[in-house]
């Protein structure tokens, strides 16, 4: 039976590191179901103070990003009072990042959320991988910062977008059977190409279940497990030959497999710079 609970999610900015640390935290207790509501941009103490009627009709845990003192008081004094659990996000990090750093934080509402030039960069990242996904616009492989390749269903699409989150100019390619890679990659010198591949049995699984929605019923190689085989022993002997690097995407979360490919650019950065120098 799953335990259902409320959760109060209570920020002074979009509440968006809130949400990935409750999400990463509650995925660890698969039996409780949470009841999420969000409160964000609350920014005075005033504010705050109107908030608590709305946290009483619900009553749960707390959680919450406030760097303001002010309003932080505010919603502690109101969880002590009505013996709601609460839980502060940032506060301990911060305080002992000061303390090892010897310095004070300014207690800046939404100070990691300013547009400076690391936020537009990204911003840059995603378009560039917008425009270059599933092989599209090859002559701009040369500005490209990670290059992925593999057979369909590898998840190469959402690794991008995910890669490019983080400020990376990312392309891939489909590996097509029989079919040779574009030249515009032969073009290239220096580039971090990264092969992905996946299980044949995981393979036929996805690509069912995208015919199924996609309600076609007609039986093609696609599917065909003898087919497939061929496909994905193809892409091995290719990324094999080139002497990319290569991750079994088969039981990768889409944050492990780009996690990996992180990894690897580091490792690909450092033996480039050591060859420079």
């Given at each position: 039976?799953?335990?259902?609970?409320?959760?109060?999610?209570?920020?002074?900015?979009?509440?968006?590191?809130?949400?990935?640390?409750?999400?990463?935290?509650?995925?660890?207790?698969?039996?409780?179901?949470?009841?999420?509501?969000?409160?964000?941009?609350?920014?005075?103490?005033?504010?705050?103070?109107?908030?608590?009627?709305?946290?009483?009709?619900?009553?749960?845990?707390?959680?919450?990003?406030?760097?303001?003192?002010?309003?932080?008081?505010?919603?502690i004094k109101a969880?002590?009072?009505?013996?709601?659990?609460?839980?502060?996000?940032?506060?301990?990090?911060?305080?002992?990042?000061?303390?090892?750093?010897?310095?004070?934080?300014?207690?800046?509402?939404?100070r990691q959320h300013?547009?400076?030039?690391?936020?537009?960069?990204?911003?840059?990242?995603?378009?560039?991988?917008?425009?270059?996904?599933?092989?599209?616009?090859?002559?701009?492989?040369?500005?490209?910062?990670?290059?992925?390749?593999?057979?369909?269903?590898?998840?190469?699409?959402?690794?991008?977008?995910?890669?490019?989150?983080?400020?990376?100019?990312?392309?891939?390619?489909?590996?097509?059977?029989?079919?040779d890679l574009p030249?515009?990659?032969?073009?290239?010198?220096?580039?971090?190409?990264?092969?992905?591949?996946?299980?044949?049995?995981?393979?036929?699984?996805?690509?069912?279940?995208?015919?199924?929605?996609?309600?076609?019923?007609?039986?093609?190689?696609?599917?065909?497990?003898?087919?497939?085989?061929?496909?994905?022993?193809?892409?091995?002997?290719?990324?094999?030959?080139?002497?990319?690097?290569?991750?079994?995407?088969?039981?990768?979360?889409?944050?492990?497999?780009?996690?990996?490919?992180?990894?690897?650019?580091?490792?690909?950065?450092?033996?480039?710079?050591?060859?420079?120098?």
């Amino acid at each position: 039976m799953m335990r259902k609970i409320h959760l109060h999610l209570v920020s002074d900015a979009t509440g968006d590191t809130l949400e990935q640390v409750a999400k990463a935290a509650l995925a660890q207790f698969p039996e409780i179901k949470a009841v999420k509501h969000y409160w964000p941009m609350i920014r005075t103490a005033h504010h705050m103070e109107r908030l608590i009627p709305e946290l009483s009709e619900r009553k749960g845990i707390v959680m919450f990003t406030l760097v303001n003192q002010d309003i932080e008081d505010v919603l502690i004094k109101a969880c002590d009072e009505n013996n709601w659990p609460y839980i502060s996000v940032l506060h301990s990090i911060i305080r002992e990042l000061g303390r090892h750093l010897g310095e004070k934080s300014i207690a800046r509402p939404g100070r990691q959320h300013v547009m400076n030039d690391e936020y537009f960069e990204r911003i840059d990242a995603m378009q560039y991988t917008l425009m270059h996904d599933d092989g599209q616009h090859l002559e701009g492989l040369k500005d490209a910062d990670i290059i992925l390749v593999g057979v369909s269903r590898t998840s190469k699409t959402p690794t991008c977008v995910y890669l490019a989150n983080k400020g990376m100019k990312v392309a891939n390619i489909p590996i097509v059977p029989h079919q040779d890679l574009p030249k515009e990659l032969d073009d290239i010198k220096d580039k971090f190409v990264v092969g992905l591949i996946n299980s044949v049995d995981r393979l036929m699984q996805i690509r069912k279940n995208r015919l199924l929605a996609l309600k076609e019923s007609k039986e093609t190689t696609y599917v065909d497990i003898e087919a497939i085989k061929k496909e994905v022993q193809q892409a091995q002997r290719l990324i094999s030959s080139r002497g990319w690097p290569v991750i079994n995407v088969t039981r990768r979360s889409i944050e492990e497999t780009a996690g990996a490919i992180m990894k690897l650019k580091q490792d690909f950065d450092e033996k480039k710079n050591k060859k420079i120098s």
